[in-house]
């Protein structure tokens, strides 16, 4: 059954579900998924955003708008494009077609420096850490700064002015790994890779943080642990934050928004608040 | 009951045997092109067994034992120098030549073309283009080795790179990072593990390599070598070449001892 009729047979559940179907879309582009967007700046806007490799069509027709402060989650089955779409938002990938629009800038016509002066204001966390294996926990956080202030000062924790390693003991601090500062990154468990990667993210005060299925190599438990610290910090600093997920619990709780990928199109925009689980399983059939 | 095994051996094709055939040609033409004479492997155990009665025992005069040890310790500078001056240079050339990293693919096809160049070129060929450049010595032979280093090294260093994990990269990369930073951050630690066994397989190889330079006067053991038999000094000649053999074995035990102290506890 396609997810939208799915998702439409469980109205009973969802009070303000706002299935995107391109008419509707069309009709009221700046509506979709309401909320705060109408209120706040928009951090993030993809408009029409299609994506292809080769031959294959990943997805085409994504619109949505993001508000400073939202905490979205990106959901849906494995090969939907979920990440595809997060590198896209990023400009790490270049889109096939439509536009991406950053914290006001375009990133599909941004190159060179404009375009690494807009990621300095972004945060990645991945899915695998990410971390550079052999180096420092310390010298990974301080990586965090490369995009604010490039250069030799920010390639090890030895060479980094004080005010970076200081801020970046603060946020391992935050993370509660400060007193695994000089420990080599690859000595550390899952759930604590994730943390220092969280650190990294954190450490520059970005704007903007992504993170691609942050707990899917960790045990539940782990897992756990680093969704609670993620939001916990990100919520503090106002963070507008893209998270993919294919835990459902975790989208609901931790997302204010969700946001549908299935068959190629966006299928949902809707508050978490007005979705129960068995709203969002549909777009994994 | 009928027998539904397939047959032992299959029928090659018309194209198939027409290859095989064609193989078995140019072997039998490149053994007529070196002078592969039965005869002549027949009669040199002999000639071999004459050779063996004359430099046996080698010369172990305390004289000859300190002039040769010098010369050793000489070859080991040229290898040692060479090798780790070629290391280096290499680092910054595989860069260069490391697809998907800081060039563009037109530049990396150019600076793998050279590279392909210097390896195909001997070193004892190069060898002889430094004499006639630096004059006899050993500094030419320290020359002809930093190249053959960075035609080796140069080519490895740049596959490693390639084939690092990504993840780190696109993580600095995502956070508005420079290439040269991500580079320097991301990928050449990820590389280092496959730097150091690469550059000790380039230390061995310049220690085998530096033993025979001295044949063309780039300085090194391997002109007492020639000396010993122009001489027909036998014993002197196999005092040399027991000491290569057992210098280059040891290189390569202590280069595989550091791979696994270095790499292994790294990993």
Redesign the interface.
Known sequence: MPTRAILSSTTSSVTDLDLIDPAARQARPVATGAHSALVSPVDIEAREVAKTFGDTAIFDGVSFRLARGEAVALVGANGAGKSTLLRCLMGLIPVSAGSVHLLGEETSAAQGTALRSLRAQVGLVSQKHNLVPRLSVLSNVVHGFLGKSPGLRHWSHMLAPDASRSAAMHALEKVGLADFATRRADRLSGGQSQRVAIARAIVSRPKVLFADEPCASLDPSAGEDVMELFFRLVKDEGVTVVFTSHNIEHALRFGDRILGLSNGKLQLDATAASLSPSDLRGLYD | MTDLSPARLERPSAVSFLGYTLGLVIVFWCLAGAGFSIDKVMSSPPRFADFASRAFPPNMDPQVLARLGWKMVETLQIAVAGAVIGVILSVPIALVAARGLIAGPAVNQIVRTLLGFIRAVPEIAWALVFVVAVGLGPFAGMLAIVVDTIGFCGRFFADDMEGTDK??A?????????KI??V???TI??A??AFISTGLFALEKAVRSSTILGLVGAGGIGIELKVGFDLFDYPTAMTVILMIAVVVIAIEQLSGWARIRIIGD?Q
């Open positions: 993840g780190p696109e993580s600095l990369t995502a956070t508005g990072a420079r930073d991500v320097a951050c991301a630690p990820a280092m593990p790294q």
